[in-house]
Nanobody, 115 residues
């Protein structure tokens, strides 16, 4: 069973940055589809960024140019660097991985952007 543990959320002001981390209990991020989702209050969970390979990363229009998904192979960790945060980025952020037919979610980390 794979465990995903997220960290890095918090309360920031508009324009500031945060970096989320998602650490796995094994090398599940190898040869897998990896993504960050978010869910704001009263809204459906939405895809923020994903990574098929390091060269193939995509972003939601709302975060393009501000967020970056990346991976540290040695640490079995993926990241979401979030810059120029806006109040509309407020949500619970989840990491997700799909490999060999299995899917795993992290527990979520709260990001609140408010002045």
């Amino acid at each position: 069973q794979v465990q995903l543990v997220e960290s890095g959320g918090g309360l920031v002001q508009p324009g500031e940055s945060l970096k989320l981390s998602c650490s796995a209990s094994n090398d599940v991020f190898s040869l897998s589809y990896k993504a960050w989702y978010r869910q704001a209050p009263g809204k459906e969970r939405e895809l923020v960024a994903d990574m098929h390979t390091y060269a193939h990363r995509t972003y939601a229009d709302a975060v393009k140019g501000r967020f970056t998904i990346s991976r540290d192979v040695a640490k079995n960790t993926i990241y979401l660097q979030m810059n120029s945060l806006k109040p509309t980025d407020t949500a619970v952020y989840y990491c997700f991985v799909r490999t060999s037919g299995a899917e795993y979610w992290g527990q979520g980390t709260q990001v609140t952007v408010s002045s």
